[in-house]
């Protein structure tokens, strides 16, 4: 685009509305927001008005005055308006002003390869956002599938899937996150996976979780969100609220985290909706100083099978009921005190099989609920095994 061309309505770059049948193929548009006033509004690089089974391979945009690529209906509330089966393969958005890639109403998408940079300017900076309009029906946003992306230097998220209109069916498999200040994915979808996830550096400029599952509209009968794998590497923040993967109590459904690896964190889990659970990770919690690297309020939660070192205080504080924790590995606490290094303070818990170990450390398990079932954990160098204030069996 030619400099000082004006930033408002209708000055985008390519726009195709209600196509269908078509492939754009090894194109580069810039945009050149810095030698013109980007701001927002739509003045997209590339839009999609409800087009349909296309494919955009190797296209790169660059330097978006507002969105770089943007795929929505201007008739939302007819579902069969929207943008559907589209594929965008190895296609890259950088410099972005607002989003790398905005989908506001889409169905049966890909992405695949490619890549979503340096998008700064205004919120929410992210490098591909799957957000309907306010005024959106129920599920304008649905079987989306985001594959081997990766998401760098973003000054929001690198993944947003925004909570409005229940997005559902979405996907995030083999991604790479690198650098993205306010968080690798925030996972607002009713239910889908994220599959592998590498996340690269993860620092106190966090919005909340690397992995934030906010809460929804007040609906909660989702299908749940299952995190497959997750890598964490170059944690930097000590800041309690930056969990590693966070789940608010009013999130959509439950999520189940399984095999998360990480070679150093502070907080690493914040299981607050109920029935969520850690499973099967090893975990090297040596940043921090602040007791609960997991907590856990939600009812009817798990943390089964995990190995978590070098932790500070309590590795595990629950006050949610009905919560299990069993058969994990707790070893060489960088300091313990009488509030253990598992805290039970929810009524009805099941604590069993748990190994924990120290060096002259003071309490291994405290348990303040009520009805707590306890037995064959293997505990060595406390000096107090068991702080039991309720009587429990």
């Given amino acids: ?198 996340i690269n550096g993860f620092r106190d400029t966090a919005i909340r979780g690397a992995i934030d599952v906010p809460a929804g509209d007040g609906w909660r009968e989702g299908p749940g969100t299952v995190i497959e794998q997750p890598r964490f590497t170059a944690v930097t923040t000590t800041r309690p609220e930056n969990a590693l993967v966070y789940t608010h109590s009013e999130a959509y459904g439950p999520v189940a985290i399984d095999g998360m690896s990480t070679d150093a964190c502070g907080a690493i889990a914040g299981l607050n909706r109920d029935w969520s659970s850690l499973r099967h990770s090893t975990i090297t919690a040596s940043l921090g100083r602040v007791d609960g690297a997991i907590s856990i309020s939600g009812r009817g939660c798990a943390v089964v099978d995990n190995h978590i070192t070098q932790f500070y ?13 069993r058969d994990n590995r707790l070893d060489m606490p960088r300091y313990n005190d009488d509030n253990g290094a598992i805290r039970i303070l929810g009524k009805d818990a099941s604590v069993g099989a748990n190994v924990i170990s120290g060096k002259a450390a003071r309490t291994a398990i405290r348990l303040d609920g009520r009805n707590a079932i306890f037995g064959a954990n293997r505990i060595s160098g406390f000096l107090r095994p068991v702080h039991d204030g309720k009587n429990n069996e």
């Fill in 313 to 325: 205080g309590s590795a595990i504080i629950c006050t949610g009921d009905n919560v299990v924790v």
């Fill in 1 to 198: 685009m030619r400099r000082k061309t004006p930033v408002d309505n209708g000055y985008w770059m390519i726009y195709l509305a209600e196509c269908s049948n078509f492939e754009i193929n090894g194109i580069t548009l810039d945009a050149n927001r810095y030698e013109r006033c980007p701001r927002e509004v739509p003045a997209h690089t590339l839009s999609f008005q409800s087009c349909s089974q296309f494919d955009c391979k190797n296209v790169k945009v660059v330097n978006a005055v507002c969105d770089g690529f943007y795929l929505f209906s201007s008739t939302p509330e007819k579902l069969d308006t929207h943008c559907r089966e589209f594929r965008f393969t190895n296609c890259t958005a950088s410099g972005s002003f607002r989003q790398g890639c905005s989908v506001i109403q889409g169905h049966d998408g890909v992405f695949r390869g490619g890549a979503f940079l340096d998008t700064k300017g205004t919120a929410p900076e992210a490098g591909i956002d799957l957000e309907s309009d306010q005024s959106d029906p129920i599920g304008a946003i649905s079987r989306i599938s985001i594959e081997g992306v990766r998401f760098a230097g973003n000054s929001g998220f690198g993944l947003l899937v925004a909570t409005v209109s229940r997005p559902s069916d979405i996907e995030a498999i083999d991604c790479v996150f690198d650098h993205n200040a306010g968080g690798a994915i925030s996972w607002g979808a009713t239910g889908g996976r994220i599959v592998r996830p590498q």
